[in-house]
């Protein structure tokens, strides 16, 4: 219903900043809203948090509070992470879903729509 496309991912550093960038485009219906999760190495997908479609509320998992925001630009149709303070445990593939049910949800089982991913890689 929603073509997601993750863009940004890379090297990060400690302490360094990453921004991630997830477009949607040819929706032809509009989710409630988008989140973005990782899936480290050997470890299950792991929600960051979620924003409604228009952008004005956000939800954030436990290991998403503190160094990641997400956002949203309605013009480009795009939601962002910014991910702060790189550390480690970073390194894994991060990927936006969409969900249509009208809640902020965390279970990726909820989210129809995903984009392939892009990956990080954190400092050794």
């Known amino acids: 219903q929603v073509q997601l496309v993750e863009s940004g991912g890379g090297s990060v550093q400690h302490g360094d900043s990453l921004r991630l960038s997830c477009a949607a485009s040819?929706?032809?219906?509009?989710?409630?809203?988008m989140a973005w999760f990782r899936q480290a190495p050997g470890k299950e997908r792991e929600c960051l948090g979620a924003?409604?479609?228009?952008?004005?509320?956000?939800d954030y998992a436990d290991v998403g509070k503190g160094r990641f925001t997400i956002s949203r630009d309605n013009a480009k149709n795009t939601v962002c992470l910014q991910m702060n303070s790189g550390k480690t445990e970073d390194t894994a593939v991060y990927s936006c879903?969409?969900?249509?049910?009208?809640?902020?949800?965390?279970?990726?089982?909820?989210?129809?729509?995903w984009g392939q991913g892009t990956e990080v890689t954190g400092p050794s």
């Open positions: 924003i409604t479609w228009s952008g004005d509320s956000t």
């Open positions: 040819g929706h032809t219906v509009i989710p409630y809203s």
């Open positions: 879903g969409a969900a249509y049910t009208a809640a902020l949800e965390q279970d990726p089982e909820k989210y129809q729509d």
